[in-house]
């Protein structure tokens, strides 16, 4: 029987040059320090795949210390396995939007009560949002991340969490890459 895996989301490293962490650098000091099992990456904007720790919660908040150590960058760890990416795409609320358009904001815990309404007051026409537990969907429309009001400052102060957000193809090869 195979472990299963999972993935492990850092937010806002490797874009625009800020937050750089090498990611073949940051393989290694998971393996060695942290003892995480068959670990890869996949691109280099912070998805990080492994054997599914037995405890999510001391994995995060180790591995989010020993970046913030090893490269000074202090960024969110957001973990999902495999089940809960699977499960997350299956229940895609916008089967009709555009891949690279549509985007899932993983969370790292429950948002604020009020989190969708504020949010749905700042969309652009065309924009959709769905929140589904501790993952928000936003259909970008046709202005895309770039023309939007939901800017990472709005989203963290409506849903009072840390988030990362992934577009519907990386989530895609997430569940491929994750499945055991």
Not at 52 to 63: I, K, L, M, N, Y
Request: hydrophobic letters at 45%.
């Amino acid at each position: 029987m195979t472990t299963p895996r999972c993935a492990m989301l850092l937010r806002a490293v490797n874009v625009g040059g800020a937050g750089r962490v090498p990611m073949a650098e940051l393989r290694s000091l998971l393996a060695e320090q942290l003892g995480l099992r068959n670990v890869s990456t996949y691109i280099a904007s912070g998805n990080i795949l492994c054997e599914a720790p037995e405890d999510p919660d001391s994995t995060r908040a180790a591995v989010r210390a020993l970046i913030r150590d090893a490269f000074a960058v202090d960024t969110p760890v957001i973990l999902r396995t495999h089940d809960r990416l699977a499960r997350i795409l299956a229940e895609n609320p916008f089967p009709d939007a555009e891949d690279k358009l549509l985007h899932a904001m993983f969370l790292e815990g429950e948002p604020e009560r009020g989190a969708v309404d504020a949010l749905t007051e700042r969309l652009r026409p065309g924009e959709r949002i769905a929140l589904r537990g501790e993952d928000l969907w936003v259909d970008y429309a046709a202005g895309g991340v770039h023309a939007t009001a939901l800017t990472r400052p709005v989203l963290d102060k409506a849903l009072g969490v840390a988030g990362t957000a992934r577009n519907l193809r990386t989530v895609r090869k997430l569940v491929e890459l994750t499945a055991s």
